[in-house]
């Protein structure tokens, strides 16, 4: 079969083919489970969602796949990093970014890791509390220097993605409420000496595929931008966040494309005359497709109630399926005309019943020792494995 699945994954020979350059998948096949990442469908993914705003300063937010050659690849391509902890921060410094194009977020920052980020004079630090920022304060003073804080603010707004992945609401843990103003003033009225605050920040959630919750979450932020303003602070720094979803289901790119048309839009509308530095902290957007997992079918059971594909990857290596209900495309990587698709559940080897990658999905009809193929596995998927069971980690390799 000479067939595309979608614009990256293509059947050449009745073989499984990745990326734009059509590289033959079956190069990769180990014992061990293993990513394969393209580097340059990645490098084009970054540019074409940066392409619509030159001026905005894009932080890929390292979390979604920290590998140091997609970093190094994407510093080169003129990206920033959103970072969420010390070692982020180390291994963005370590891979190429400067100091000031690494933007430090997260809830739960100790004073080594706000230590470092003062020492290492990164670009900006975004708040998640007022005993954070207090925190901030007082180590900038401790070492006589002013750290450059911007606040997340949680604007309480539905985006109509998994709970797991939402931040946006009251009830999650993430950011600043709007009503805290008058303390976040407060602290930085007393501490003019070591706080330089320039901007707000923003993040929603992953995986958001209708725009309304983002388009009225951005209102209330550019209403609270401007009455900050309006209180005499200069700030300039408008930090729009993540979470701009892609289709995992049906792969389609234009389909991305036309999202991505409408975000920017929605951005380019609320904005407009504001006289703001546009920052953007987009992480799964530019990864997932980039990457596939490959695995090895270990048995095929079959039993009245149910099929199994057992592989040798699983929830430890990919744990988006058993944490989010998420899908992902799994594909035969030989394509085989004469055999009939078959309903299996796709599970792996560990001993959860949570441990699975598909449920209720027709394949070919497979068996052991034949590998098979996990699409978009690019985001949240090596850098989430864990050895679980003593079970080996996972390969990455990148070509
Ligand atoms: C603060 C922050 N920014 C950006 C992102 C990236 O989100 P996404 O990969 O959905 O673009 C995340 C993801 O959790 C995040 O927590």
Known sequence: ???????????????????????????????TPTYVYDLDFIKQRYLHLQSPWPLAEIHYAMKANAHPEILRTLQKAGAGVDTVSGGEIQRALENGFKPNQVVFSGIGK???????AIDQNVEQINVE???????????????????????????????????????????????????????????????????????????????????????????????FFQEIRRDGFAISRFDIGGGLGINYQKQNLLEESELLGQYVEIVKSVTEGMD???????????????????????????????????????????????????????????????????????VGPICESSDFLAKDRYLQESRAGEFVVIADAGAYGARMASDYNLQKRPLEICF
């Open 1 to 31: 079969m000479n067939q595309p699945l979608s614009e990256y994954l293509v059947y050449l020979n009745n073989e499984l083919h990745f990326g734009p350059s059509r590289q033959k998948l079956s190069q990769y096949c180990n014992e």
């Open 110 to 116: 100790t004073i080594a890791e706000i230590d470092y």
């Open 129 to 223: 509390s007022l005993p954070e920022l207090q925190r901030i304060a007082d180590r900038a003073k401790l070492k006589n220097k002013k750290a450059t804080v911007a606040f997340r603010v949680n604007p309480n707004v539905d985006i109509k993605t998994h709970p797991y992945i939402a931040t946006g609401l009251h009830e999650n843990k993430f950011g600043l409420e709007i009503s805290a103003w008058p303390e976040i003033r407060d602290i930085l009225k007393r501490n003019t000496d070591t706080l330089n605050f320039v901007g707000l920040s923003m993040h929603l959630g992953s995986m958001m595929l209708e725009l309304d919750g983002f388009h009225e979450a951005l209102k209330k932020y550019k209403t």
């Open 276 to 346: 703001i530095e546009l920052q953007l902290e987009p992480g799964r957007w530019i990864v997932a497709h980039g990457g596939v997992l490959i695995s090895e079918i270990q048995y095929v059971k079959e039993t009245p109630y149910k099929n199994f594909l057992i592989l040798n990857t699983g929830m430890h290596h990919l744990i988006r399926p058993s944490l989010y209900e998420a899908y992902h495309g799994i594909y035969p990587m030989v394509y085989d005309q004469a055999r009939k698709n078959k309903k299996y559940d796709v």
